[in-house]
């Protein structure tokens, strides 16, 4: 159902339909002047303005009066709280044989220069009825477009009224202050209409007699309206207030109408009877709203590279704005981070409104890098990664370091590397991994080794621990061809070991095996004189001590027995390793040469003991010879000295070990001297 409301206040209709936002002013005849103010908001308005109609007559006949002029204007350009001024024309009076034109309608912009929109009245009614010649004319309109006229100075362009006998015919839109003249026969005369607060123009080409005097100014009760035109007297002209009636000695003729103006367009007429009116129409605006979007949002987690617009609409222009939590006052607010932002507005009416928007960003762009595959073997080239991004803005570029562009890297050495990935917004995240490779191929050449415990023995074994390289490993010791970690069953040497690993690498170190030094068993040994005096004494070398002795027969365990009689014994050596030697060693008897003893200090015999060689040496001159005899008494060597004085060497190292006496005999068969040796092999 639509709902109309009528305020009627000061001569001023407010009407407003369902659409709230079309809105009216109707202003009615006060006979003052009135005012609107455009209202907040409002940039453009339109005019319909009706003029009066022209007025009755009372003579013989009741002739029709013309009617007012109704004129619309198209939209015109008003600015927010401008005031515009308005008169609103009258019905035009009743005269005995013609009534007065009606009064015009005006609009104009508030000042004193521009009129907006003027409505001619209608012409006063005629004498006679029944002929449309002696009828009031209609107020009229016209499309052309004016210069602006000035208000209050008339203008220089006229016009001829009404032809004869048609009962005074509206002023013209080109002459906005003019009204047509009429006669009351046919042959009336079309006089000019007279300018304001003038008498009227119109005359009868007969007599030339006057025509009704117009009225005032626009002011008071005056009219852009011309003087009615008869023959001797016609009807005032239309006004403000309508014109004055026809008077005279023959008031034949109706009253002329008022002028009309028709601003720039193409305005609608219409036609109006009685008083007139001035309706203003408008459009409120809607209500102030706003609409705030995201142009852009962050494109980089963290950053403040983002911007929102706000679109206003309704309210009265011109907006102010301020974004909160920014403070912008633009209506675009830009350098934003994420978050939620407001714009709050506020137009020329001091209406606010608001609207909240949410800028967003990315998760953070993330990048984790993995190695898939470490490098096999030393040295090699078969290592790979591989990585996981998330976050930022699909899709993603990838950089690592040695080249590769994929999300994935292959063919890699040992070594770091950082993946770099950018996503298209070219935020950036990096990460790193470490491929890796087996140690280079490593003996170590601390061998836990084991000696060979005694000469000439084959108890020796050397291990080594392998790292680095790829297992599994190969062995090879040369000599000796083991092929695992350990070598055993050595004798003293070097041994060379070979490894490989899996890759097909190698190294090679060498172990040294040693050994004891033999043992070696010497001895000093007294004869038995017959007393049971006779001694060994041992001395051991080589091998490792310490040493441990076993006699037989005797069972003695030290390296020197003694007190013992003449006769083999024999001694075994066993060292600290295990190791064995033995010796046999024969105490002999002296009995029978006991008492005999060196009795020529010029006789001296080295080394003694001996292995059968000794040393003769005299500081006799003369010739001489060497006996030397056993214990038993027996002769078992003789030989002359090849020099008597210095030193001879001896060698009876075919006689056993034993003691044994020597004489040194000149060749006069005296005695040099004599003494005993012990042979010692």
């Known amino acids: 159902m639509k709902k109309i409301i009528f305020v009627l206040c000061c001569g001023v209709f407010l009407s407003t339909g369902r659409n709230a936002n079309a809105q009216t002013a109707t202003f009615n005849y006060t006979g003052s002047l009135q005012t609107w103010t455009v209202p907040c908001g409002v940039t453009a308005i339109t005019i319909n303005a009706s003029a009066g109609s022209g007025g009755s007559s009372t003579g013989y006949a009741y002739d029709t009066p013309g009617l007012g002029a109704t004129i619309t204007s198209p939209a015109i350009t008003v600015t927010s709280g401008h005031t515009i001024d308005i008169i609103v024309g009258q019905v035009g009076v009743t005269g005995n044989y013609g009534g007065g034109g009606g009064g015009g309608s005006f609009v104009w912009d508030g000042s004193s220069t521009t009129l907006l929109v003027v409505a001619g009245g209608g012409g006063g009614a005629g004498y006679y009825s029944g002929s449309p010649d002696y009828n009031g004319g209609n107020g009229q309109t016209n499309t052309a477009t004016l210069n602006t006229p000035t208000l209050g100075v008339p203008n220089t362009w006229t016009e001829a009224g009404g032809s004869g006998g048609n009962g005074g015919t509206g002023g013209s839109a080109e002459c906005w202050d003019a009204g047509g003249g009429a006669g009351w026969s046919s042959n009336g005369g079309s006089g000019s209409g007279g300018s304001s607060g003038t008498v009227g123009g119109g005359y009868d080409p007969a007599n030339g007699a006057a025509g009704g005097t117009g009225g005032n100014s626009y ?35 109706g009253g002329g109408g008022g002028g009309s103006y028709c601003i720039t367009g193409t305005p609608t007429t219409t036609t109006n009877s009685g008083n007139g009116s001035v309706i203003i129409t408008w459009v409120v605006p809607a209500a102030l709203s706003v609409t705030a979007t995201a142009v852009s949002n962050v494109s980089c987690h963290g950053g403040s590279n983002a911007s929102a617009n706000a679109v206003v609409t309704g309210g009265g222009s011109p907006y102010t704005y301020l974004w909160t939590p920014s403070s912008q006052t633009n209506a675009t607010a830009t350098g934003l981070s994420a978050g ?14 608001s609207a909240s928007v949410a800028i967003t960003q990315p998760l953070v762009l993330a990048a984790t890098a993995t190695t898939s595959t470490n490098v096999t073997c030393h040295g090699g080239s078969t290592g790979a990664t591989a990585s996981t991004v998330t976050g930022g803005s699909t899709p993603y570029t990838y950089s690592w370091t040695g080249g590769s562009t994929n999300a994935t890297a292959t063919g890699l050495t040992a070594g770091s590397y950082t993946l770099t990935v950018h996503d298209m917004n070219g935020c950036s995240a990096t990460a790193s991994t470490v491929v890796t490779q087996p140690n280079a191929l490593v003996i170590d050449t601390t061998f836990t080794t084991a000696n060979v415990l005694c000469n000439s023995g084959n108890t020796g074994s050397a291990k080594t621990v392998v790292s680095g390289g790829s297992s599994p490993y190969t062995y090879l010791w040369t000599p000796g061809g083991a092929t695992k970690d350990t070598a055993s069953g ?26 004891p030094t033999a043992i070696g068993i010497t001895f000093v040994s007294t004869p038995d004189n017959g007393t049971t005096n006779g001694t060994i004494a041992l001395t051991v070398s080589g091998g490792n001590s310490p040493y441990m002795y076993v006699w037989t027969p005797s069972g003695k365990t030290t390296a020197t027995i003694s007190s ?26 002296i009995a029978g040469i006991d008492g005999i003893s060196d009795n020529s200090p010029q006789i001296v ?35 002359n000295l090849s020099t008597t004085k210095g030193t001879n060497t001896i060698n009876v190292g075919n006689q056993p070990n034993g003691v044994y006496l020597y004489r040194i005999i000149s060749d006069s068969g005296d005695l040099l001297g004599e003494g005993r040796i012990a042979i010692q092999k």
Not at 340 to 353: E, K, L, M
Not at 610 to 633: K, P
């Open 219 to 253: 002011a008071v009760n005056g009219g852009y309206g011309g003087g009615g035109g008869g023959d001797v007297s016609g009807g005032g002209g239309g006004g403000y207030n309508g014109g004055g009636a026809g008077y005279g000695c023959y008031p034949y003729g």
């Open 340 to 353: 939620t932002y407001t714009i709050g507005v506020t137009d020329a009416c001091g209406h606010t409104a």
């Open 490 to 515: 050595l004798s003293a040497g070097t041994y060379t070991l070979t490894v490989s690993d899996a890759c097909g690498a190698s190294a090679t170190t060498s172990a040294t095996i040693t050994q």
């Open 564 to 589: 013992e009689s003449a006769g083999t014994y024999k001694c075994i050596v066993t060292d600290a390793n295990g190791c064995k030697d033995s010796i046999s060693v024969k105490i002999k008897s």
């Open 605 to 639: 015999v080295y080394p003694n003991p001996n292995n059968g060689q000794f040393n003769i040496e005299s500081s006799i001159d003369g010739a001489s010879s060497v006996e030397i005899y056993n214990i038993l008494g027996e002769k078992v060597f003789t030989r």
